[in-house]
């Protein structure tokens, strides 16, 4: 994927570096006096654009492998409760179903945190774990919170593991659960799993998922089954719609448009990591296809 993000960012870079000091070495905009010199030589309306594109640049540029590396490290320093072999499963797990994507650095961001904050991957142990074993529970995230799991699930193959981590780590960014009241966003964790399930190739587990969303009245009450169905058809076909973006490089949908591969890789992630905070453009691409659901066929899921 690293490849991709390099090419990615090719065109916009190219536009800065053009307009840069005769040595090379920096953009002509990085300083007050740059700057002057860049409206000069352009004018404001151009050096604007010049500006946002550095900014947009900054904060929007997916991470590399390297990077990705160099998270793990702080992931294995964060949770050295884990031994070497699970860190490397889990690990492992996640690069396979996100194909090492921007989600993967995500994920490893959030189970590892800065100094004293930041989350976990906890295993139940003794008396907890029994309970939860009973109750035939596998795993459970409260929002903004460390991911708790049955040590049985680290025996996975890695791609079912990915995907059941995936489905925790979605419901880190969601609301917390008031008696139930929230349980439609399971619908979201849900189509996570399954979108990376179909990925990895864990036929087994997806007629499972598609089981439990069909039966979420049952599961969840009534009042929840609409709402659990909707966020999981929606957020599977967001998430095939942003893989679609980041595999060709552009979308024919109008919410897309304009979109690269990097923008596609990058709102998969804020989208799996954010679901209660959505961005303008996942919000916009997200109600396009609620409303439009039917045109989205897939004869398992919808
Ligand atoms: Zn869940």
Do not use: C
């Not at 860190?87 to 996100?98: D, G, L, V, Y």
């Not at 961001?109 to 029994?130: F, M, N, P, R």
């Not at 964790?189 to 979420?216: H, L, Q, W």
């Amino acid at each position: 994927m690293a490849a991709i993000a390099r090419s990615e960012q090719g065109p916009q870079q190219r536009v800065v570096a053009a307009i840069s000091t005769p040595s090379g070495a920096a953009p002509i905009a990085s300083s007050v006096a740059g700057v002057r010199a860049l409206q000069r030589a352009v004018g404001n309306r151009a050096t604007g654009r010049v500006l946002a594109q550095r900014r947009v640049l900054a904060r929007r540029s997916p991470h590399s492998d390297k990077d990705l590396l160099a998270m793990m490290q702080k992931f294995r320093k964060k949770n050295d409760h884990l031994t070497e072999a699970e860190q490397n499963k889990i690990f492992w797990s996640i690069k396979k179903a996100t194909d090492s994507d921007e989600v993967a650095w995500k994920f490893f961001d959030y189970y590892s945190g800065y100094l004293g904050a930041g989350h976990k991957i906890k295993k139940w142990e003794g008396e907890e774990l029994a309970g939860m074993r009973a109750k035939t529970f596998l795993a459970n995230t409260k929002p903004d919170d460390d991911t708790y799991i049955d040590p049985a699930v680290l025996l996975l193959p890695d791609e079912s593991l990915g995907p059941l981590l995936l489905h925790e780590f979605a419901h880190t960014a969601h609301h917390t659960n008031v008696l139930g009241n929230s349980d439609y966003e399971e619908g979201e964790a849900y189509g996570v799993e399954y979108f990376y399930a179909e990925r990895t190739g864990d036929s087994a587990r997806m007629p499972k998922i598609v089981n439990i969303i069909t039966n979420a009245g049952a599961r969840w009450g009534r009042q929840q089954e609409k709402a659990t169905k909707e966020n999981f058809r929606v957020t599977y076909v967001l998430m095939k719609e942003l893989a679609k973006l980041t595999s060709a490089g552009s979308s024919t949908l109008p919410a897309l448009a304009g979109k690269s591969a990097a923008d596609g890789r990058l709102m998969s992630a804020d989208f799996v990591s954010g679901f209660n905070s959505l961005s303008a453009d996942l919000q916009t691409l997200w109600n396009h296809i609620k409303a439009n659901l039917s045109s989205f066929g897939s004869s398992d899921v919808l």
